[in-house]
């Protein structure tokens, strides 16, 4: 297994490793668990190879990245949670993404949670985004469970609109 980043009471959040292609194309290559991640659109197997490249040098470059969710119990990769600064933007943007029939477990939830106190306590992070297009109540439950905070509702070159959620370390949170 490739480097355990934590875990949690259900899962095991480890780097990704080039044999999570296909838990990843699961997951990513599912249009209805993608209606609402970028443009709704599933990625291709080349895409998601790109993505472990991309991945790979995020770890590299800052110490962290998209990592694997395994569930404890079956050994299974279920999803994906991490830290990521899409498009170069400054601050650390908080995603994740689960397999279908994962939904309504609780695994989300558990992951941001822990990600969020990962990224602070080990990597320094002060404040931490997050982006939920604003029909998806699901994704703003999770982000809300997991100590975020609505903030602005972000307009969009194309005319819709991203709610935007923030997460501040807190005078509690011990940084190193």
């Given at each position: ?48 190879r790109r993505w472990l490249e991309v991945t ?37 943007e908080i995603k994740y993404a689960l397999k ?77």
């Amino acid at each position: 297994m490739s480097k355990v980043i934590f875990e949690t009471d259900r899962l095991i959040v480890r780097h990704l490793q080039p044999n999570d292609l296909a838990p990843m194309l699961e997951v990513y290559g599912d249009a209805d668990a993608m209606r609402w991640v970028g443009d709704g659109q599933a990625i291709t197997e080349a895409q998601c190879r790109r993505w472990l490249e991309v991945t790979e040098d995020n770890y590299r470059r800052r110490g962290y990245g998209m990592s694997a969710l395994v569930e404890r119990s079956s050994g299974e990769v279920v999803g994906f949670c991490g830290l990521v600064h899409p498009g170069g933007q400054p601050e650390a943007e908080i995603k994740y993404a689960l397999k279908l029939r994962c939904w309504g477990r609780g695994f989300a939830t558990e992951a941001a949670r822990a990600m969020l106190l990962y990224g602070a306590r080990v990597k320094g992070l002060r404040c931490v985004i997050a982006t939920a297009a604003p029909e998806n109540l699901a994704s703003h439950r999770v982000l809300t469970k997991a100590g975020m905070s609505a903030t602005e509702l972000r307009a969009n070159e194309d005319g819709t609109h991203t709610q935007v959620f923030a997460w501040e370390a807190g005078p509690g949170t011990v940084v190193p």
